[in-house]
């Protein structure tokens, strides 16, 4: 089953309610089936083709680490009458949610930067679940029993607007970052992408309108990205038309509220191409793989990122550079050894390099931005 992971892999689609479909479970007379409904707190009328989540609670107490299974998921989607029924599903003590496009999605509400920090997949597992507690149901199942459960999905706040260039045209297809603000002042990002997909599931259309929906409620940063292979490589244009996103403004939302008129204006102007090359100081060979990243030089917060492989044989390029001030950071450089000094995808040792950071100016395209790798400092002997 292909699931939208909510943390660092390899995690458990717990609370991601757009997880991927499945076939129903066949009948099991040795375990239980979990039925109900689901309602729309806002018009109290059933959730139609809903998804329900059904995912077995961590163990209380003892000790959290990766040896412990993960919980178990289940799930399905409603009818027209907002009904479900999940067969097959092991006894024990699970907790029940459902999702539909405008209500609340856990996904858009968790703390991933919280959740990246603890030690292990039980863990974010059991804080995952403290985070979202609110808006879970517990179930029991047991073997021969049917439990029914009762649900209800709450309105989700929206926030809309347009993206535009400056000169009045629509920006069309772009996709886009959130920031939600923490209780400690701190901004967490919305949503976790998979395998270069987007957090963000909305994209402006062609008028540039946009909406991005199943938001709780809470303070907002807002990002349009510039196109681009992936979210990690993508310039964000944010509220207030700036680059920086601790620059940018932020909206305020209250539960099932529509906040309009957050329109974001993209420059014409004023960005540039940096390019270069990436080469072994040693014999002046181009580097295989490598992590390149543009760092804005006053607070090291990451303006692009791209990534180095073998076909690109040593040449880089950073696409709608801002103009202004840089260090450009090379890490993770490595390509395969061989005797001629030259890359050799076929054998087995990979010669890695030293990482290297130099400043840039950027005041216009900048070409002949070229890096030359030192190997690592020899390991010290015993």
Known sequence: MACRWLWVAPAVCLLAGGCGKKKPNKPDPTKGVVTGIVICADTGKPARFAQVTLTAAPPEGGKLDDSMPLPALESATTDLDGRFRIEAVKPGQYYAFATLEGYLDPQLGLDFTHLKDLANDTLRSRD????????????????????????????????????????????????????????????????????????????SDSHGRYAVTNLAAGEYRVCALLPSDSEDTALPVCLGNTFRRKKSESVKVQAGDTVTGEDIVIPLTGLHEVSGNVSALSDGHPVGHATLRLLYADDREKALEIQLDDDDGGSYSFDYVPEGSYILQVSAAQDAENSGGQADPAAKTPRHYADKEIPVQVAGDVDDMNVSLNGPPPAKAN
Do not use: C, N
């Open 128 to 203: 995952a679940i403290e985070q979202w507690k609110d808006h879970l149901t517990e179930v029991a199942v047991a073997v021969h029993r049917t439990s029914d459960v009762s649900l209800e999905i709450e309105r989700a706040a929206e926030i809309d607007g347009t993206v535009s260039y400056d000169d009045g045209s629509p920006a069309i297809g772009m996709h886009f970052q959130l920031f939600r603000k923490t209780a400690k002042d701190s901004w967490t990002p919305a949503g976790l992408p998979l395998l270069d997909s987007w957090s963000i599931h909305a994209t």
